[in-house]
């Protein structure tokens, strides 16, 4: 490793956050202290994992109104807890950060990264954030925005994250130096304001010395990630009703949607559309719309069902009064059919058949 000290490259990143800084609800306003609620940079971290700046502060703020320490998240119920996440997407966050809780209440926080890393859902780099941010200790947290920093200014050829190890090495007299808080949180505003994929090179502090810059390499360093493409399904997204009740499938414990209630889907190449049975049972559709996750693609068509009276539901489905529904944490394409059932659907010239559409739901006999 032949790079320049991050002590002498870093000089100007400290004095230019200091001006720019933006006012976040759980920065602290003394950067050169231990901050005054550790439980509130947890909770921040946790939020900002894949979400950006201004989609967390107002979920930021309602979480600290509802739950305001470590001990009154671990008291809280699962359904409230997903209830207040609902719409933030990545919901395992939300039970990692109850389960930290859990442990930080009844247990304190702990002492060193190594005990940090081991609360549920901290990773190496938010262990180190927290680390740097709330206790001032010298642990350097390397996302994906100082990832890019670094590998500009030092004109790191590859990915950046295998040079991980090298990198927090080198990085750690810079903390040392300039205060963990401060220049962590520096590296962080850099790559969220000015070195972004597309660099606003004259608003950095670092241009200067930037190697990607003065190579003219911003626009290939670092490589941009090849994603796979997501997986693409044609859903039946249903609303079944009976005497008052909805059907729901219950929260799983595991998974990308675990802890959230959902409503009952069906595979349109299962359940193909036709003209409707005479006599069938009334069915009202909106216009359907294509829900985008990260690893797959849903083409969905929402349908409301009426029927006489609720049948003995599968493992894992539950009939769920209509007055509970606004309580219930759903995903954001569950919420979509739950306000379109406060709107006047239509009667879709074609459906599937009702068996079709009911048998996936059914308790065996």
Known sequence: MSWPAASDLLVPLAPWFDRVRRDLPWRAADLDAPHPDPYAVLVSELMLQQTQVATVVPYFNRWMERFPTAHALAEAEEDTV????????YYRRARFLKAAAGSIAAEGWPTDLEGLAGLPGL???????????????????????AFRVLARLLLLEGEPKDRATELRAWLSPALAAFGPSRLTQALMELGATACLPAPACARCPLSLSCGARLAGRTAEIPPVAKRAKPKASTLWLLALEAQGRFLLQAPAAKGLLAGLWRWPTVEAAEAPPGPPAPGSSPVLAWPGW???????????????????????????????????????????????????LDTAGETPLETPTLESLLSPFRAPL
């Open 82 to 89: 997903h209830k207040a996440w609902e719409g933030l997407g």
């Open 123 to 145: 990773g190496p780099y938010t262990a180190a954030a927290v680390g740097s941010i709330a206790f001032q200790w010298p642990t350097p947290a390397l996302d994906g925005n």
């Open 290 to 340: 294509t829900q985008v996750y990260t690893h797959r693609r849903e083409a969905v068509t929402p349908l409301r069902l009426r029927l006489e009276r609720p049948f003995p539901a599968a493992e894992g489905l539950h009939w769920v009064p209509e007055s509970d529904l606004p309580a219930l944490p759903l995903g954001k394409r569950d919420q979509r059919l739950r306000s379109l």
